[in-house]
Every structure is written in C-alpha cells, then in structure tokens.
C-alpha cells in the first residue's frame, strides 16, 4: 500500500512538473469596426449594445435630405440632356428628309442645286457633332446618377456579418464623420483564447500543442490547441501573447470571459532543444 502510495504521489509530481498554468481571456478572431462612408447626420439607430444581429440587417441609418437635392438634381441633368439629345436627333434626321427631297429636284432650275446642298451638309455636320456631344453628357449624367444612387444605398449601415454589438458610440443627431469607427461587432463563431506566457517557459510551447481550459465564471471545460505564438515580447513583463482555438459547443462562452490554461509539455523535448 506504502508503494502504490509513493507512486502515486511520484506520478502526480510529475505531471504538476510537466505543466504551465496561464490565466487568459475569451477574444474573438473577428472583430470588426463599423462606421459610415460619408459623412452626414445621424437619422435612426436601431441597435443598442449587446443586440444579436443578422447579416445584412440595418445598424442605423443618416439622414438623406441633402443626398436627396444632389439626386434631384442628377437626375434633373440627366433628364434635360436626354431631352436634348431627342432634339438634335430629329434635327438631324429632319436635314436627311430634306437632302433626299433636294436630291429628287436636281434638275429644277428654280433654286440653285449645289449652294442648297452645302447649306444642308454643313448643318448636318454641325447637328451630328452637337449630337455626339450630347449622348456623350447623357453617359456621363447617368453614371453621375448610378453613383449618386449608390451613395444614397450607403446611408442605411448593415452589419457585415453575423454577430452581437459590443461597443456604440452614436446617438441619433451625431455627425458622423468617414474612416471613424461609432459600432464594434463581435463574431461569437470564431472565438479563441487569449493568454500570457513568460519568457522563460517559451521553450515549452509550441504551435499545435494541445491544452486544456477552464471558464470557472460557468463551470465550462474544454480542450483546445495552440493556433500561434506571437513572436514579441513585452518588454514590461517580459511574456509572450499565445492564441489557442477551441470549439464552442457552449453557447453561454461569450468575449472577456476569464479562463484557466493547462498547457503540458515533455522536458525531454527543452533539454534536446538545449543540447543542439
């Protein structure tokens, strides 16, 4: 009984021996910033932090009124330009009706054949380059209006993914101003583990390690592996940040939660790494 005692203590020293155990946090490998492309006035918003959305569901929304003129008057441009173009395309084709009808009285010594008809070739000219000129203001009207369009799509903000709201910094009446973040969306598909190792166990650890975790806030256990081991330093503390994957079949698992970290290692694998 004193043996099995004593090999039993001697196993469990050295598994305690052959483990590091870290303190970490619950991140999420998909974050995103969100803000507006434009800047503008903040009309509606309709989510609040902690809200669960879909992709594709509208975060908020910013007033259009101005958008609204500029799209008006797009659109009042293009419409005029097209109406011009109609007009110099029947003048033109009112010039051709009257050439063929001169060319049908050549031999009439009534008016003179060869002025008339130079008279008629020039203004064709003329009305065939006013043309081109006006479909040429219609394409560019038009893509002005597809952009204008586009802007307009714009200013309803959708969320890109799946996910919950962790961070809002806008009320409706805020300027919102293009490249500043006001909305933080977590994924809470892809969370990983964030934790803290020292300098001198970084022999210990290696990329693909498998470990075990706690979340002692849920009574959760899980096992995990080491995605990677970001090579600097805190020059503070002097520890490395190692990230460790997990499957979470828990949907109670949430980002900040505070966990435990077992990570065993062989020592024969350091003093072989020492040697060479």
Do not use: C, W
Request: proline letters at 3%; zero cysteines.
């Amino acid at each position: 009984m004193n043996k099995t005692l004593f090999l039993s203590a001697l196993l469990a020293s050295t598994l305690f021996a052959n483990t590091i155990s870290v303190t970490g946090t619950v991140v999420s490998d998909d974050k995103k910033y969100i803000g507006a492309r434009y800047m503008g006035y903040v009309k509606e918003v309709y989510v609040n932090i902690g809200d669960k959305v879909k992709r594709e569901d509208t975060l908020f929304k910013m007033d259009s009124a101005e958008f609204d003129i500029l799209k008006e008057q797009v659109n009042l441009g293009l419409e005029q330009a097209e109406i011009l173009t109609d007009v110099y395309r029947s003048k033109l084709d009112e010039i051709r009706r009257n050439r063929a009808l001169l060319l049908r009285h050549k031999n009439n010594s009534t008016f003179n054949f060869d002025d008339m008809n130079e008279n008629l070739s020039i203004t064709a000219e003329h009305t065939e380059a006013m043309l081109k000129a006006m479909k040429a203001i219609v394409k560019s009207a038009a893509q002005k209006a597809k952009e204008v369009s586009l802007i307009s799509h714009y200013l309803k903000v959708k969320a890109p993914s799946d996910g919950i709201i962790v961070q809002k910094n806008l009320h409706v009446g805020d300027m919102v101003m293009p490249g500043f973040p006001v909305m933080v969306l977590v994924d809470l598909d892809h969370l990983e583990i964030e934790a803290q190792i020292s300098e001198a166990d970084l022999l210990k650890v290696n990329e693909g390690d498998l470990v075990h975790f706690e979340i002692p806030s849920i009574h959760y256990k899980g096992h995990g592996k080491i995605k990677s081991v970001v090579p600097s330093a805190n020059p503070m503390t002097h520890t490395f940040t190692i990230r460790i994957t997990f499957d979470r079949n828990f949907k109670k698992i949430y980002p900040g939660m505070y966990t435990k970290v077992t990570i065993e290692y062989d020592p024969s694998t350091i003093s072989n790494t020492i040697e060479e």
